[in-house]
């Protein structure tokens, strides 16, 4: 991280426009999502430098679209994409190798004639896994994740699939809290030194507001203000964007 | 292999001692704070000072400790991280076509379904079917059986399992000596039994199934919505652990409910599976049984079509499959015989 020295001659705050932010965000590539709508709504994709979370009760279509961005973020630049490659971090051991060959086959057969050596064996190469089955574990892996950065340079996106299921496990309200908040600040911290993007997965619970019970999503206020993006799944396909309910737009299914 | 705080530079081992926190998984699991609180300590331990970098150092050096390195996903292919993936058959070829195979051996499977449905009987034939050799379908393990409602049907099993051995006889396996069965009908015990006596069993004996019948009926009666939640998170963390690390699948069986709201477009969107969000998220894979309005004649008996559908999982799209409750078990739907010779013969 660089140093920073608060002199009056080498401050370098303000030295940059919002034109110029603009620009490196056009140029940027997006991750694209397969969901025509909500890359349209979302400027392209998912972006990089930052953490999007999808949530969504079971069975809504979260891992699949996980799965998904794994194969996406692979795409050639030939026809688009950011040709990088996948870590995907498994907490509830949801993945399968045989449905992402699957996912793998049919993104091969869509990109035949515009990158016809895109091919299904090298994508499950470029796909990056690691199992891990307790809250400790999973603090362990997202700490050390910069070292794999560091020897895998073109990995583009970092899925935690999911976020929920293990920090849920813990017992104590407070350390959960804790914990989840230091995860978020690595998360943050590898943000700015590596030009990836965090993918994170959350599912819905009963809040108790006032008297009554509300379904929102896992893991608490503060947390939703530390993300970027929140895409909801329903479960007769429909996504929705927004941090919360009332905010959040519905993105009509249009394959 | 050297202790994980031997190999830390000096001033970052205090701060770990201070604190009592000695392994690399305590180090990640203590919130920062509690390093860096300087209520509770002397003043002599206050003058030297502790800087959030160096617990940054710290936690680092445990996660560095502690973290597996990734693999690619196509060396998960090779076999011997494909027993992970290893499947238990129902022993019905419908229903193994419709889950993709039978019950995964990772994470919890959960079976819901109406009173009498028949989830009893589908887990007696996954019981007996979890004893074949892998070749056959099964794990060739034997079965752990918590009941927490009625009786066990010891009588229907044997039943069964004759059945099962018509089938293959020449497979001379004792299918109910290797049925542990156990009865536990309160929520604390029950998670007592899981967490001390079942780690106990899976050790001394290879168990390939673990089977809780059912559920609901533990967890309706709480009123106290954060206590059951917090006891259902115990148990299933209990269950997942042992799944991961025993390579057996865990089946739990859920009641319905109906949900009362004027919205449902029929019987089967009526009822809602029990036990809400919170056992949701927990399981993996949810199949539900429910009875089809059509019947079947089997031996001058009628028998009424049952239905197993797959509502989530990770792996198989949702389907559905149909099948019958027989005295040999849990069989396929025989497809339809023409009831009379085609026209073409009669004229003869």
């Avoid at chain 2, 079917?129 to 918590?146: E, F, N, S, T």
Wanted: hydrophobic share 40%; charged share 20%; with cysteine.
């Amino acid at each position: 991280m660089e140093t920073t020295f608060l002199s009056s001659n080498n401050i370098n705050l303000f030295n940059k426009s919002c034109l110029d932010i603009l620009r490196g965000e056009i140029q940027s590539k997006k991750i694209a999502t397969g969901h025509k709508s909500l890359d349209r709504h979302l400027g392209g994709g998912i972006s990089l430098r930052q953490i999007t979370e999808l949530v969504g009760n079971s069975g809504t279509g979260k891992t699949k679209m996980c799965l998904q961005l794994c194969l996406n973020v692979q795409i050639p630049k030939s026809a688009g994409g950011l040709e990088g490659a996948a870590l995907f971090i498994d907490t509830r051991q949801d993945f399968h190798p045989d449905r992402l060959q699957e996912l793998a086959r049919d993104l091969e057969k869509e990109y035949k004639q515009r990158a016809p050596d895109f091919q299904a064996a090298k994508m499950l190469q470029n796909v990056h896994y690691v199992s891990c089955p307790n809250a400790v574990q999973l603090m362990a892996t997202v700490l050390s994740s910069y070292r794999h950065l560091i020897a895998h340079p073109n990995i583009k996106v970092i899925v935690i699939d999911s976020l929920a299921f293990s920090l849920r496990m813990l017992d104590d309200g407070a350390q959960r809290f804790e914990l989840l908040l230091e995860l978020v600040e690595s998360m943050r911290r590898l943000l700015r030194e590596h030009e990836v993007a965090w993918v994170v997965t959350n599912v819905l619970t009963h809040r108790c507001i006032g008297d009554q019970f509300h379904v929102v999503p896992a893991l608490g206020e503060m947390y939703s203000h530390l993300i970027n993006e929140r895409i909801w799944f329903s479960r007769n396909g429909h996504c929705f964007l927004g941090k919360s309910w009332k905010t959040s737009r519905l993105i009509k299914d249009s394959r | 292999m050297t202790n994980f705080l031997d190999q830390l530079p000096k001033h970052i081992r205090e701060i770990a001692e201070s604190v009592n926190v000695l392994t690399p998984e305590a180090v990640l699991t203590t919130p920062r704070i509690k390093f860096l609180d300087t209520r509770t300590k002397s003043l002599y331990t206050l003058v030297r000072k502790c800087t959030p970098d160096d617990v940054r150092v710290l936690k680092d050096a445990a996660a560095k400790w502690l973290a597996e390195t990734p693999l690619s996903a196509d060396s998960l292919f090779k076999p011997l991280a494909n027993v992970k993936w290893s499947r238990v058959s129902f022993g019905c070829s419908a229903l193994d076509r419709c889950t993709g195979g039978g019950v995964v051996t990772r994470g919890i499977t959960e079976i819901c379904g109406a009173a009498g449905v028949g989830k009893t009987q589908l887990l007696l034939q996954l019981a007996l079917c979890v004893q074949l050799p892998v070749k056959l379908g099964g794990l060739g393990r034997g079965v752990a059986y918590i009941c927490t409602e009625d009786a066990f049907p010891a009588r229907r099993l044997l039943e069964m399992s004759k059945a099962l051995e018509s089938r293959y006889p020449q497979e001379q396996l004792n299918f109910l000596g290797n049925i542990f069965v156990e009865h536990q009908y309160e929520s604390q015990p029950l998670i007592n039994c899981v967490s001390n006596r079942l780690p106990r069993l899976l050790q001394q004996h290879s168990i390939g199934l673990i089977i809780i019948d059912s559920v609901a009926a533990i967890f309706r009666l709480y009123t106290d919505f954060l206590e059951r939640a917090r006891q259902m998170r115990r148990l299933a963390d209990a269950l997942i652990s042992y799944a991961d690390k025993y390579n057996c699948a865990v089946v739990c069986v859920n009641q319905v409910a109906s949900s009362g709201s004027g919205l449902a477009t029929g019987p089967l969107q009526d009822e809602v599976p029990c036990l809400g969000l919170q056992w949701a998220h927990l399981g993996r894979t949810r199949m539900r049984i429910s009875r089809v309005p059509k019947q079947h004649r089997v031996k001058d008996q009628l028998l009424t079509v049952r239905k197993l559908e797959v509502v989530y999982s990770p792996e198989t799209p949702n389907s559905f499959a149909e099948f019958l409750i027989t005295s040999e078990g849990v069989v396929d739907v025989p497809a339809e015989l023409p009831a009379r010779p085609p026209a073409k013969m009669r004229r003869l």
